[in-house]
């Protein structure tokens, strides 16, 4: 099954395009009044909220700078966390938004989109700004063994607009045909487009039928539950929406939080989930 | 001591401009033959090339991505290069290319530029593709723990400027302009340069008097140790020309770089160096 189909299938078994992230703020873990071994906090926290997400949704977003700044301890908790959640049947998509040029490409593909990988992801993403000659090994890996690839292409953050601006229509166009080379219908090389900016993801959209959208930004960046619908396709396909603030943690203490945060997260998912529907 | 402070006086000390890639190509490892412990063989590699640097350049610079391929072991042999070329007196550059939003960004430049950082460099190379906000967590970081940046500019990579080129000139003009604001004198945010292209390297020498450039492309990809020299300003400062291959490994097999890899590799260091200084 080609890693399109599989999510594909993800999305029609969930009924929901939602995506969760795991993002553990360390201001924001529960328990974090109770104990200060933060690498276990973030252990705890991640393994709730894939339980949570389990069946609910069809994919999560592990951050993987939020375990990296713990050191290889943190590390390992990631890769506990993406082998949890691939085990429980989600799709995980790496963010890690790496690139650099051929060996090295080929060592962070390497690390997350190889049978063996340490960190083991469905699909990750990837910046296009080395040029597209360094993205081929991510695609090598991804054409090998059934992944994907979320190219950054419009990010959700108020200065993406900057330098993006003037070379978003060319990597668009790139993505696309890409897409287009290996097949009809959608195919492994996905696009990240922010939600914050409805007329660029409407015209992204329209410009790019085979290609996967993984849309930030709805909810605590800005964006509404139908800027986010703008990335789906007629069919209902071709986007995931993220939501981690929004869905993972609460806005102020809340002691049904750090009671039970599989619970809460559960009951949250199931809300952000509603609102992206409706 | 501001991080330029201290890079100058490294480059002075070492009487070079030369920076040592620590890449740990997993089929070049010294003593490969004789272990299946890959790990152990990054480990002993990455130690030997510290220790060969060592009083004879004025920095080093290892890439994240063949450590994180290796998982969170990688990852520890990764934070312990990084601890011991400090104290060895290196100037460490993490070669890690990282680059994303607000909160995600800070927890980047948490695991490498702060005083506990788990994988602490002297300087970070980073992305400026998502936009000039989200460089401010890094420069934060940098300003506030006397470290410095490497903003990917123009890369080494033959598809470099597809992408690059449209948006280089304004991408440099942001990066000369942080460095001015900073006072006079090399500022604390440099540019990855390549030597791949000298009439570019050449140019954007001229429009960045106030910038350090960290050069890579010299030897195995082709450019020549005059097409690197033309980063420096006419002081000798402002560039640090990368090797990695060239310095480290053997292009053959070669029984001496088994029998004493930190030996062979202090050699080559001063063949390169004496190749970049001439």
């Known amino acids: 099954m080609t890693f399109s189909e599989r999510l594909s299938a993800a999305v029609r078994a969930a ?5 969760i992230g795991i993002d553990p703020w360390l201001d924001r873990l529960p328990g974090r009044a109770d104990s200060t071994d933060t690498v276990a906090l973030v252990a705890a926290f991640a393994r709730a909220v894939v339980l949570a997400a389990e069946g609910q949704v069809p994919a999560v977003k592990p951050q993987f700078a939020f375990f990296e700044q713990l050191g290889p301890p943190g590390m390992a908790v990631l890769a506990d966390t993406c082998k949890l959640a691939r085990e429980r049947g989600l799709v995980v998509i790496g963010d890690a938004k790496r690139g650099d040029i051929g060996s090295t490409a080929s060592a962070y593909a390497s690390a997350t989109l190889s049978p063996g990988a340490p960190f083991p992801c469905d699909a990750l993403t990837v910046s296009p700004f080395l040029g597209p000659d360094t993205l081929d090994p991510f695609l090598e890996a991804a054409d090998r063994h059934q992944r994907g690839l979320f190219v950054l292409l419009r990010t959700s953050n108020p200065g993406s607009h900057r330098w993006q601006g003037a070379i978003r229509d060319d990597i668009a166009g ?29 015209s992204l959209r329209d410009q790019m039928p085979g290609t996967w959208f993984l849309v930030p930004g709805f909810g605590a960046q800005g964006a509404s539950a139908a800027d986010a619908r703008a990335a789906l396709r007629p069919d209902g396909l071709g986007a995931l929406v993220a939501s981690a603030r ?32 409706d």
């Open 15 to 19: 009924d929901s395009c939602l995506c």
């Open 174 to 202: 790139w993505i696309e045909a890409e897409n287009q080379r290996r097949g009809p219908g959608l195919g492994p090389v996905g696009a990240v487009v922010g939600a914050t900016k409805r007329d660029d993801l409407q």
């Open 246 to 277: 929004g869905a993972t943690f609460p806005s102020a203490p809340d002691a049904d939080y750090d009671a039970d945060p599989q619970r809460w997260i559960r009951s949250r998912i199931a809300v952000v989930k509603a609102e992206i529907r």
